[in-house]
């Protein structure tokens, strides 16, 4: 037997005859395998690059043989936490596979082997398991995640299983996993009724929660299992049983619309007015997901029609929320109360409206009381100013709803600029056909703090503040809080040229702009400006014309914006420091002579005229019986030396 190994100690040993004769057992395919890892271990001992023929020790009997021709490692997956923690695994070690086409790969994944156990019950081998019973293996004790085989016979729904091991195990019947689930939860998460019949005649608790709280029946509820829910409620199951949320199995079965539980449940003494934990019934949930059948049942049943959630919406304002038509006209047909309102005061009108919905809208209207919406504080009407429901917002004006409600103080303070009619939300949205369809109803343009022409002229929309001023917007309007010696809408319009101009054809009273109380004098710096109102603490200082234009914003325009307001203005005096600012470019040198009185006797007449006829007519120029000539002139639209 020596014949075929050298007598050298350090020498390499040969694959010879008498090697062949010690792995005489193994199969030709087995000694093929075994050639090429022993040749793959020689190149890695050697340092050889990756592909080289190395060497490594001989596969002993008993570890896991290396399967060829796959396309990866072969590691069977397990859906059961106790087959993913059972499997050992070999230390790390290059293994080679052979591809479909012949070609090897390496890798350095473990080899898995799963646990009999697990493979047995998986496959229904209740031979096998059987046997592992007789043999005295320990079939009881959990894995790391908490699971015996029992759970595993259930999760599998192998009936078979399950009732060998609960003969050989009674004690473990209502045995708990980590998550703290029963064999008898699992068999009903699958809907395995066979499974569960077992385990219930065995004597399995029906009531034992997850860690959601959440029992056997709760599951079966939520998978719309009849046959389970007839099977737990045979085995005496709470059915009032609440999860962590405060559901109880009705809850979920009415959620799930399935009216042959909802009986089911209800026969067997669930709580038809039972709440969660935010005193939301069964038949709130009906009518907030939309499931109309299940809202017949339970109407049926007795349940309360304008139950309320904690924060005091009612069932009708869910559904007018979340826009479930069919469901808002049930229960307007079964009398339901359109008056209630939620914490924040709104009605079910108020969400709708907010909504845009119209069909509901429409539904609501004539149950809604308009007495009642007034101490809301808040109209319909204003809610759909503000998501643009223009079509809600003609249907609310034909149905009587006052186009000039104001927000109540509470309401107005949660906006930052206190705004108050509807009509501000339409023109704060550019909603020009809301801001028409408004004011053609007869809404107020001047009530808000803030008037909503200077929001149209901050926006830029002529068109808004054609039809603001048409309709009666003050042309001349001031902010209180930020007071300014000059209208606050010569002052929003000051960047924008044209919008100035308007402004000033409108009637605009330019010749504020130019009464300064240091006149010709030398005007106190910003930073002194601002510590004399710091120390006095009183309202804020009056701001002026010269000091607006000084800012870095308008400085470079204020030559421009001096030039037209100088157009719809007499005679004036240019302050310091205007005057500073027109001596600054060399352009505006014009600008300065212009400004100089006398001012030409043709433009005073104009100015005179104007004033005459006042804001009200000027809008109105074009329908007065003055000849065309005149009326251009009034207009700036006619040369001074063509009158």
């Known amino acids: 037997m020596a014949a075929g190994v050298t007598s050298t100690p350090d020498s390499r040993r040969t694959f010879g005859q ?34 080289s023929i190395a060497q490594t020790p001989p596969r002993t009997r008993g570890q896991p043989q290396v399967v060829q021709n796959a396309v990866s490692q072969p590691c069977t997956k397990n859906r059961s936490p106790m087959s993913s923690a059972a499997p050992t695994a070999n230390p790390p070690r290059t293994t080679y596979y052979r591809r479909y086409d012949g070609r090897l790969f390496r890798t350095t994944k473990p080899v898995v082997e799963l646990d009999p156990v697990v493979i047995a019950i998986k496959n229904g081998d209740e031979e096998t398991l059987l046997n592992m019973i007789k043999a005295g293996k320990a079939l009881s004790v959990p894995n790391t995640e908490g699971w015996i085989p029992l759970h595993e016979a259930a999760y599998y729904n192998t009936p078979g299983c399950v009732k060998l091991l609960l003969k050989a195990y009674p004690g473990t019947v209502d045995c708990r996993t980590l998550a703290e689930e029963t064999a008898l939860y699992l068999a009903t998460s699958k809907g395995y009724l066979e499974c569960m019949t077992y385990l219930l005649e065995a004597g399995a608790e029906c009531d034992i929660t997850s860690k959601t709280k959440e029992t056997a029946l709760y599951k079966a509820c939520e998978n719309k299992n009849v046959e389970a829910v007839k099977l737990l409620l045979k085995y005496q199951a709470a059915v009032n049983h609440r999860c962590n949320r405060g559901w109880t199995a009705l809850h979920e079965a009415v959620v799930r619309n399935d009216l042959d539980i909802i009986e089911a449940l209800i026969m067997a003494g669930a709580k038809i007015e039972a709440s969660n934990v935010y005193g939301i019934t069964p038949l709130f949930v009906a009518a907030q997901s939309g499931q109309l059948e299940a809202l017949r049942f339970l109407t049926k049943c007795g349940a309360n029609i304008n139950t309320q959630a904690s924060d ?19 229960l307007l047909s079964q009398n339901a109360d359109a008056n209630k309102g939620s914490k924040d005061g709104w009605l079910p009108l108020h969400i709708a409206a907010a909504r845009g919905n119209m069909e509901i809208v429409q539904m609501l209207i004539p149950v809604t009381s308009k007495i009642r ?42 906006f930052e600029d206190k705004r108050t009619s509807i009509l501000y939300f339409a023109v704060y949205n550019n909603n020009i056909e809301a801001t028409e369809m408004l004011l053609k109803a ?38 209180p809080t930020h007071p300014t010696s000059f209208p606050a809408t010569i002052m929003f319009s000051m960047k924008y040229l044209s919008l100035l101009k308007l402004i000033m054809d409108f009637g605009g009273d330019g010749e504020s702009c130019f009464k300064c109380e240091y006149g010709n004098r030398q005007h106190p710096e910003q930073e002194q400006r601002r510590d004399e109102v710091q120390l006095e603490r ?27 307001l100088l157009d719809y203005v007499g005679n004036v005096n240019l302050c310091s420091k205007l005057k500073e600012h027109l001596d600054s470019y060399d352009d505006w040198a014009n600008i ?46 006619c040369p001074d030396d063509l009158m």
């Open 373 to 414: 919406v007034r101490r809301t504080g808040i109209s319909p009407l204003h809610l759909a100013a503000q998501h643009n429901r223009n079509d809600v917002i003609e249907e609310l004006i034909e149905a009587g709803y006052s186009i000039n409600a104001l927000l109540s103080p509470e309401r107005s303070r949660l």
């Open 442 to 479: 007869g809404a107020n343009p001047n009530v808000d703090l803030i008037n909503p022409l200077l929001i149209s002229i901050r926006h830029g929309s002529i068109r808004n503040m054609q039809l603001l001023i048409e309709h009666g917007a003050n042309i001349n309007a001031y902010i």
């Open 592 to 637: 300065k002579i212009k400004s100089e009185p006398p001012r030409p006797l043709v433009h005073l007449c104009r100015i005179k005229v104007r004033k005459l006829l006042g804001h009200e007519r000027l809008k109105l120029i074009e329908v007065l019986p003055l000849p065309g000539r005149l009326k251009r002139y009034l207009e700036y639209n």
């Open 312 to 330: 005091n919406a009612s069932a009708l304002y869910e559904a007018s929320k979340n826009e479930h038509e069919d469901i808002v006209a049930f």
């Open 18 to 51: 008498e090697e062949y004769s010690l792995y005489s057992s193994l199969s030709e395919d087995e000694l093929i395998q075994m050639a090429v890892e022993q040749s793959f271990a020689t190149s890695s001992s050697s340092g050889q690059p990756p592909g």
């Open 538 to 564: 009183k309202m804020p200082r009056t701001v002026q014309f010269c000091e607006m234009v000084s800012t870095p914003g308008l400085y470079r325009w204020a030559g421009p914006i001096i030039d037209v």
